[in-house]
């Protein structure tokens, strides 16, 4: 008798339990278990040694100093002539010169040189509302490209250095792209799947 | 003390349904049960029985000279090694002292130092991924890094990560070349990165048919390379391809080997053990990137803390368009696809 009704139950059991993937998504998890309290690592600070950057606006997060990192810096050490022209030859430029760049930056949209540098002397940035300084260059990018400084801001678009908890400090734009010629070149991929074709070991 | 070990299916923190009225229960099948019981005793005598032969082999070789108290220290390391539990079920003193014997056999056997994390999850942690696939150019730096970071298998090659080259307009990964070499990005393409997604709710860790692998609490799915038996169950079961296997005993060159390492993360593998991507499990649970995201050129690889609401993942899984590869099946991976 018993054995009967536990019978009768069976397809209640089969067909009440855990159906269908909808009802326990993982993104209803992270509702649920989500915290405003940041999470502290000891020690996360370790991984951040040796980076230089500065607070962002009202000091939320960081961004990667870019004026320590120039190489090519006066800009007058070549563009010593009016108009931005360099007085140094091509036989006399450095290798990452940025002269064989054949389509820089915006060109084709119209820009020139002093929509970014001062006219008088190039190592000085300037925007929409005055000077700029190197370390603070997602002011000039952020005029044009204001949607990808959006994401920058929020962390959708560039790249977060070192760490995923403790202090947030970003790259800067020039700290992953050339300002003279900032889409991503064209190369060979640094590794490959193993055993494929053009494979050179 | 009693430990059970944890048997098909079952998971530590059963996440999935955790309000209680869904009707599945997470008790494990008693036949089962009562078979796995009886293990610990069985241990304790193993590990009695372990250092009487150990002190045996130090008494007969003392004289002969540091070589043979080596040989004799290293045997008792095996012996207990052999004999210790699950990970899953040692108590944090437990797995002090396997890290430590670990730590100790090599550098018996290699002369040179590793250190083996046995950190736990930090709590309120729940790891989550973003793969930005207008980013992405193919450049593969990720796998590179992922490759030495890991101590992945030279030998064979083994990848954790696979950059798949697909068609400008089309979605079908089926379609998708993962074997390009040639420059990139090519014209009238984009590129998209795979690897362990870490599932919320992971078919692979359900079909162990020795509670080898299982999902820690952070949402990392791992694999004690020491209990594993090598059936391949779980590969099977992964319907991403994320797991790799240990045909042969793997490779890493003496001065490649990357010595911080964790015990359910890069630590060195043997034949026949299944492994894969565990988000840098040695680097993650320090608040590090993983390798991956570290060594990206373009920011195309996010990575964070789902359960932070001011995290960058969770901007971009509330802002932007995001999906996951086959979601249908409702295994819930914690890594998301999204475009700018
Ligand atoms: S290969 Fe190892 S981890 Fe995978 S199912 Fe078999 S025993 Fe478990």
């Given at each position: 008798m018993i054995r009967r009704s536990l019978l009768l139950l069976l397809p209640v059991l089969l067909f009440s339990g855990c159906h269908g993937p909808s009802h326990h998504g993982v993104r209803e998890r992270i509702d649920h278990e989500q915290s405003p309290d940041q999470v502290e690592i000891s020690g996360v600070e370790y991984w951040l040694d040796g980076l230089r950057y500065e607070p962002y606006g009202e000091g939320d997060f960081f961004v990667r100093t870019r004026s320590d990192q120039l190489v090519q810096f006066p800009c007058a050490r070549c563009h010593d002539q009016p108009g931005f022209a360099a007085s140094r030859t091509d036989g006399d430029l450095p290798e990452s010169a940025h002269l064989q760049i054949l389509q820089p930056h915006g060109v084709a949209e119209g820009l020139a040189c002093a929509h970014c540098h001062d006219g008088e002397d190039p190592s000085q940035l300037v925007g929409q509302k005055g000077p700029v300084d190197f370390d603070r260059v997602y002011d000039l990018c952020g005029t044009c490209h204001f949607e990808q400084r959006r994401d920058w801001e929020a962390g959708a678009h560039g790249k977060r250095l070192a760490t995923w908890s403790g202090p947030r400090v970003i790259e800067n734009c020039t700290g992953c792209h050339d300002p003279h010629a900032p889409r991503f070149e064209t190369r060979l991929p640094t590794t490959m799947y193993p055993g494929s074709e053009g494979a050179r070991r | 003390?009693?430990?059970?070990?944890?048997?098909?299916?079952?998971?530590?923190?059963?996440?999935?349904?955790?309000?209680?009225?869904?009707?599945?229960?997470?008790?494990?099948?008693?036949?089962?049960?009562?078979?796995?019981?009886?293990?610990?005793?069985?241990?304790?005598?193993?590990?009695?029985?372990?250092?009487?032969?150990?002190?045996?082999?130090?008494?007969?070789?003392?004289?002969?000279?540091?070589?043979?108290?080596?040989?004799?220290?290293?045997?008792?390391?095996?012996?207990?090694?052999?004999?210790?539990?699950?990970?899953?079920?040692?108590?944090?003193?437990?797995?002090?002292?396997?890290?430590?014997?670990?730590?100790?056999?090599?550098?018996?056997?290699?002369?040179?130092?590793?250190?083996?994390?046995?950190?736990?999850?930090?709590?309120?942690?729940?790891?989550?991924?973003?793969?930005?696939?207008?980013?992405?150019?193919?450049?593969?730096?990720?796998?590179?890094?992922?490759?030495?970071?890991?101590?992945?298998?030279?030998?064979?090659?083994?990848?954790?990560?696979?950059?798949?080259?697909?068609?400008?307009?089309?979605?079908?990964?089926?379609?998708?070349?993962?074997?390009?070499?040639?420059?990139?990005?090519?014209?009238?393409?984009?590129?998209?990165?795979?690897?362990?997604?870490?599932?919320?709710?992971?078919?692979?860790?359900?079909?162990?048919?020795?509670?080898?692998?299982?999902?820690?609490?952070?949402?990392?799915?791992?694999?004690?390379?020491?209990?594993?038996?090598?059936?391949?169950?779980?590969?099977?079961?992964?319907?991403?391809?994320?797991?790799?296997?240990?045909?042969?005993?793997?490779f890493v060159p003496e001065d490649e080997v990357n010595q911080e390492q964790h015990y359910l993360g890069n630590r060195l593998r043997k034949k026949g053990v299944m492994e894969k991507c565990t988000y840098c499990i040695q680097r993650t649970r320090k608040g590090r990137n993983p390798a991956c995201a570290e060594a990206c050129p373009t920011g195309a690889r996010i990575f964070g803390n789902l359960l932070d609401p001011d995290s960058e993942i969770r901007w971009v899984l509330a802002n932007k368009k995001v999906f996951r590869l086959k979601e249908d099946l409702g295994t819930e991976p914690k890594f998301w696809y999204f475009m700018d």
């Amino acid at each position: 008798m018993i054995r009967r009704s536990l019978l009768l139950l069976l397809p209640v059991l089969l067909f009440s339990g855990c159906h269908g993937p909808s009802h326990h998504g993982v993104r209803e998890r992270i509702d649920h278990e989500q915290s405003p309290d940041q999470v502290e690592i000891s020690g996360v600070e370790y991984w951040l040694d040796g980076l230089r950057y500065e607070p962002y606006g009202e000091g939320d997060f960081f961004v990667r100093t870019r004026s320590d990192q120039l190489v090519q810096f006066p800009c007058a050490r070549c563009h010593d002539q009016p108009g931005f022209a360099a007085s140094r030859t091509d036989g006399d430029l450095p290798e990452s010169a940025h002269l064989q760049i054949l389509q820089p930056h915006g060109v084709a949209e119209g820009l020139a040189c002093a929509h970014c540098h001062d006219g008088e002397d190039p190592s000085q940035l300037v925007g929409q509302k005055g000077p700029v300084d190197f370390d603070r260059v997602y002011d000039l990018c952020g005029t044009c490209h204001f949607e990808q400084r959006r994401d920058w801001e929020a962390g959708a678009h560039g790249k977060r250095l070192a760490t995923w908890s403790g202090p947030r400090v970003i790259e800067n734009c020039t700290g992953c792209h050339d300002p003279h010629a900032p889409r991503f070149e064209t190369r060979l991929p640094t590794t490959m799947y193993p055993g494929s074709e053009g494979a050179r070991r | 003390m009693s430990a059970r070990l944890p048997i098909l299916g079952q998971e530590a923190p059963n996440h999935g349904c955790g309000s209680g009225t869904c009707g599945c229960s997470s008790e494990a099948p008693p036949v089962v049960e009562e078979r796995l019981d009886t293990d610990v005793s069985r241990r304790q005598f193993f590990g009695l029985f372990g250092s009487l032969t150990a002190g045996v082999a130090a008494v007969a070789s003392s004289g002969c000279g540091t070589k043979s108290a080596e040989a004799a220290e290293k045997a008792s390391l095996d012996w207990e090694e052999y004999f210790k539990g699950n990970y899953q079920v040692m108590t944090d003193e437990e797995k002090r002292a396997t890290v430590e014997r670990l730590e100790r056999r090599w550098e018996l056997e290699h002369g040179s130092r590793v250190e083996i994390s046995d950190q736990n999850a930090v709590p309120g942690v729940l790891y989550g991924y973003a793969f930005n696939i207008s980013k992405c150019q193919g450049y593969m730096d990720c796998v590179d890094a992922c490759v030495k970071e890991n101590n992945l298998d030279r030998e064979s090659g083994m990848q954790y990560i696979r950059i798949f080259e697909m068609d400008e307009g089309t979605m079908q990964l089926g379609d998708g070349d993962g074997r390009f070499y040639h420059e990139v990005p090519a014209a009238g393409h984009f590129y998209l990165g795979t690897q362990c997604f870490q599932c919320d709710n992971p078919p692979c860790t359900k079909v162990c048919p020795v509670g080898a692998t299982w999902k820690e609490p952070d949402g990392i799915v791992v694999v004690d390379y020491d209990w594993c038996i090598g059936c391949r169950y779980c590969q099977a079961a992964c319907p991403y391809w994320a797991r790799r296997f240990n045909w042969q005993e793997p490779f890493v060159p003496e001065d490649e080997v990357n010595q911080e390492q964790h015990y359910l993360g890069n630590r060195l593998r043997k034949k026949g053990v299944m492994e894969k991507c565990t988000y840098c499990i040695q680097r993650t649970r320090k608040g590090r990137n993983p390798a991956c995201a570290e060594a990206c050129p373009t920011g195309a690889r996010i990575f964070g803390n789902l359960l932070d609401p001011d995290s960058e993942i969770r901007w971009v899984l509330a802002n932007k368009k995001v999906f996951r590869l086959k979601e249908d099946l409702g295994t819930e991976p914690k890594f998301w696809y999204f475009m700018d």
